[in-house]
């Protein structure tokens, strides 16, 4: 189990995703490995020019690896100092973290499993996934379906991993769909639910794992309830 700690973490890179979005990579100073469970998150602070201290917290959008470094993908909120601040960031510039934390992370053993996410809710999964396929056995005979929703074809983040993931894959079923997809979108569309049902129906033998906006967990731990899914096979968290 990861523990927690404070530390100070570097920007290496940053590159714009869409519009509001941005990739962040950082690097902890001083150290020369970051231990983390995908699907973690961590608490970052900084403080305005009051002077009064702002905490927010973003899940880690990378999977654990020989270094210490983690990623995020996060929004920037009208009005909201952290994103605001994170997203202005210049490489070299410092950050001051605690984490991990969180147990929205993979149940063993894994199971046939749903990722549900819209939005930056794809961050979780995106360091679930990676550290699923980096290995043979961690997914060996388990069949995985990502249902990710977005507005337009430009807000599928990290669209060409997923679909590289999916090519180089049999059991890894990328399913993104979109809400207000123009004429030559030849995916999916309309929002997740309608075709996580697709998936789960009939099927109580599996995991869900949701995240984004409160509405759409909702609407979607409510459609596996009633397709008679036990509460416990379905885990979520909450970007509100």
Excluded at 89 to 113: E, I, S, W
Aim: aromatic share 12%; with cysteine.
């Amino acid at each position: 189990m990861a523990s927690f700690q404070s530390f100070s973490a570097r920007l290496v890179n940053a590159k714009q995703l869409s519009l509001p979005t941005r990739h962040l990579q950082f690097e902890i100073e001083g150290k020369e490995r970051f231990g983390f469970i995908p699907g973690q998150w961590l608490s970052f602070k900084a403080s305005e020019s009051s002077g009064e201290e702002i905490t927010r917290a973003y899940s880690i959008a990378s999977p654990p690896a020989h270094d210490a470094r983690f990623e995020l993908c996060l929004n920037r909120v009208q009005d909201g100092f952290m994103s605001n601040f994170l997203c202005d960031m210049k490489a070299g510039g410092v950050v001051q973290c605690q984490g991990p934390f969180g147990n929205f992370t993979l149940r063993p053993p894994l199971r046939d499993t749903i990722f549900i996410a819209t939005g930056t809710g794809i961050a979780p999964f995106r360091s679930m996934l990676h550290w699923l396929f980096a290995d043979e056995l961690r997914h060996l005979n388990r069949n995985l379906w990502l249902v990710f929703g977005s507005r337009t074809e430009a807000d599928i983040y990290y669209h060409s991993e997923f679909l590289a993931l999916a090519g180089k894959h049999a059991n890894f079923h990328y399913l993104p769909t979109l809400s207000r997809a123009d004429e030559s979108w030849e995916g999916l569309r309309g929002y997740v639910q309608e075709h996580v049902k697709e998936i789960a129906d009939k099927r109580t033998d599996m995991h869900a794992y949701i995240c984004g906006l409160d509405k759409m967990v909702k609407v979607n731990r409510d459609l596996l309830k009633e397709l008679g899914w036990d509460r416990k096979s379905i885990l979520y968290e909450k970007y509100d």
